[in-house]
Structure formats: C-alpha cells, structure tokens
C-alpha cells in the first residue's frame, strides 16, 4: 500500500485495543492522540479527521513497548506492521507540532516506568506480551572497537554497498550522493545542480592542468571523475566500500581515463603519498566520529602541500540535537555517524594547522537535493521495491521524508568548508572568487 492510498471510513468500535492504547498513552501525551490510530482488531481511536495510523498486528505494539519512541516505530514502520495512510512527512509533522504545542518533555525510561504497570497490563491483554522482536533486516548490526579499520568499513559497507543499481536508479546520472548546488534555484534540474556543485568544489580548490587531486571518501566517482575530465587533474579517490569501487573502476575504463584516475580501497589513515596540490572531502567527515575527528584533520593537512587547498563539506547539528541523526539514521542508516555544529567542526580543522578561508552554507540546497531523490522513489515505487524490496523502499523513504525535514526546520545543516595549509606562495585571492 502507498502512503496516499484512501482507507474507507470504518465504525468505531467504543472498546478494543485502540481505544486501550489510546487511554494508556494519554498520561505520556498529556491529551488525546494527534492521529487516528486503528488497531488490528479493527478497533479505532483518535481524531475523526487526523491522518490514519494502523497497527496491522500486536508485534507492532510489542516494538514499540520494547522500544518506546522514534526506533520502535520505525522498526515497525519498515517491516510493514505499522501503516501510514497518509504522506509520511505530514504524520512526522503533525506529532512534532503536538510534542511543541504541548510542552511535552522528552521521552525518557523514567516517564516510561511510571506507567510500566498499565503498559504490561496492556500488553497482557490485547497479546503483545513477550520477548523483544528481532531486529528488521534491513537494520545495522556493526562490532568491534568504535571506529576502528574493521568496524569503519562495516558500518560503510551497510548502507554504501546496498546495491550500485539502486544508487543508479535513485541519484542523478553523476552519481552524486551529497548535497547539490542549486546556482540557479530550486527549479534547476537535479542533475545540472550537481554538476554546479562539482564545478564549484573543483574551482574553490584551484584544480587546474596535471595537479594531484585527493578525493577522500570518493563516493561513486562523482567528483573524481569530474576533476579529471573537465579540468585535467591526476586524481587518487579513496572509499572503503568495495562496491563503489568496482563501480568507479568500470566507469573509468568506460570513459579511458585509467591515466589520470585511480580508486583505492583504503582508508583515508593508511594514504601515504603525500602532498596532493590539493585535497576534497564530501560528506565522508560525518562518518569520521568525534574522538577520531581530530585524526581525520590532522590527516587532511598532512596529505595537502603547504600553500594548497582543502575543501570539506559537511553536515552539521544544531547543539542539543542528537549527534548521530537518532536512533532510526544509527540503526538503519549511518552507524556510528556523529554531527556536530559548523564552529566545532572548524576548530577541529584549525587545531590541525588549518587556516579557514570560507564557510559557505548550502542548507536549503539540501533540502531540494533530497526531496529531488523522494520524487524519484515515489514515482517509480515498484521498481525501488524490486531493487532492495518493501522493507528497503520503506527505509528510504522514512530516511528521506525524515531527512528533508531536518534541513528544512534548521535542525541539520551542510556546508563548505574552505580551508588552506599555511605556506607556499603568498595568498592574492582564492580560488572561485
């Protein structure tokens, strides 16, 4: 079922399980519940008019006892035991509004506890008593030391390594998989703002004729490619996903560019060939963590020469937001990924010896980047479905919808950053201004 597909009208029942739940989560919501919720005994609760939300089965309710808040739901979202008859972004909307409007505290295991006694009985009587579910498939499970080698590259492998033919379906034809430059608005077509956004890394950077380009975590070649085709650079890209490597290697042979591009499988600590004239990194620092952030700039301006420039984008989180993105992007999309705000992160970069030459803010650019991609997977469900199955479309597009959102309520950021090893020859002016 679609999001947008119409639920008939039903009676409603004055008893069953939706108008328990509804009565057990009225102390925690402090009124009545913000959306319609149908249970799967066909029992109804909530607001006639408000979007509908069906629990499809006492498991759904079991996850979200065992996991009260944003990860019980989307487990259950994702596996299908939970349905939005709705557009999902106006539910997520919808329950942030009332969370405000109410004054609502956070959830926490304390408030939880204090209605243990009701919750149990409920979950007695309607069957969703029992042992935690197991996780859904498509939900991560990474070990090993926080940001080690081995664990950096399963937490990678998890989401980048999905399936090249989903990413080939679901980006622009450069395969762009990071915040696009939308020069002219946000008319522009996806794949033109991408190609903006290349261009533009490649003259704040200063590329020109046969200088040594380092792309750090080189997604599927997007900038790689760019730089040696449009403006003659001899690049080296690094990914620890073997798949976008074996993808970027094909694409080089396609286009003959095997003199001027080569893709390592390698970690952005092991590079040791060092200077590059100049250095990029898009959207990898997010993955890098925060005890390790300090690792990753020290790298970044030992691996440029001195004189040359670096570019960093990245996203950014307002502080007192949680830093990984929340629980549904840890579990389901970027394990162990850490944001931080913009400042944090330059004082990082000027810690390493850095010198910061320019922060130029693409948030609502993000938002059209994304919501470019949402199009895409609504439009052309059956086959997003036939790439990675139900469970992975619902993934996304909760990821998505979620994800738009973020940037467009100012709870998320990106940027440009664009920074330079002291040295080298005087500064007249950078680069693309």
């Known amino acids: 079922m679609t999001q947008t597909e119409h639920v008939p009208a039903t009676a409603t029942p004055t008893s069953g399980v939706a108008v328990r739940i509804e009565s057990a989560l009225r102390p925690l919501l402090a009124g009545p519940l913000p959306v319609r919720l149908r249970a799967w005994d066909g029992s109804e609760a909530g607001p006639q008019d408000a979007p509908l939300v069906e629990l499809r089965s006492p498991q759904a309710l079991t996850r979200l006892l065992w996991h009260p808040g944003e990860l019980g739901a989307a487990q259950a979202y994702v596996t299908g035991e939970l349905e939005v008859h709705a557009p999902v972004g106006d539910v997520l909307d919808l329950v942030r509004e009332t969370v405000a409007a109410r004054s609502l505290p956070p959830l926490t295991p304390a408030r939880v506890a204090r209605l243990l006694p009701d919750l149990v009985r409920l979950a007695r009587d309607t069957g969703a008593m029992g042992r935690p579910p197991a996780p859904p498939a498509t939900q991560a499970v990474v ?6 080698l081995a664990r950096d590259r399963a937490s990678i492998s998890h989401h980048y390594d999905l399936s090249n033919a989903f990413y080939e379906f679901l980006l622009d034809p450069h395969l762009a998989y990071s915040c696009a430059f939308y020069a002219d608005g ?21 590329l020109t004729e046969g200088m040594r380009f380092l792309d750090v975590g080189c997604g599927w070649g997007s900038l790689s490619l760019y730089a040696a085709e449009h403006f003659g650079a001899r690049v080296t890209g690094v990914t620890i996903a073997a798949e976008q490597k074996a993808f970027i290697d094909a694409r080089i ?3 003959g560019l095997e003199d001027r591009v080569e893709i390592r499988l390698q970690d952005y600590r092991e590079v040791r060939d060092e200077p590059f004239d100049a250095v990029a990194s898009l959207e990898m620092g997010e993955h890098v963590g925060e ?22 984008q990245q996203m950014s989180r307002v502080r007192g937001h949680h830093p990984g993105g929340g629980p549904f992007i840890e579990q389901f999309i970027a394990p162990d990924m850490t944001m931080r705000p913009v400042g944090d992160t330059l004082t990082f970069l000027q810690d390493a010896g850095l010198e910061v030459r320019g922060v130029h803010a693409l948030r609502e650019h993000y938002v059209w980047t994304v919501d470019a991609w949402h199009a895409t997977l609504e439009e052309n469900w059956d086959r997003a479905v036939e790439l990675i199955g139900e469970e992975g479309a619902r993934v996304w597009r909760l990821y998505l919808v979620g994800g738009s959102q973020a940037f467009r309520d100012n709870r998320m950021g990106v940027d440009q950053l664009l920074l330079r090893r002291p040295g080298g020859a005087p500064v007249v002016s950078d680069p693309a201004r």
């Open 253 to 255: 042979r396609e286009r």
């Open 186 to 206: 946000p008319e522009m077509p996806l794949v033109d703002a991408q190609a903006a956004k290349l261009d533009l890394v490649c003259r704040k950077v200063g």
């Open 143 to 148: 070990k090993g030391r926080l940001h080690s």
């Open 291 to 312: 005890k390790n952030y300090a690792t990753y700039a020290r790298a970044l301006h030992r691996l440029v020469r001195p004189g040359g420039y670096v570019l960093v």
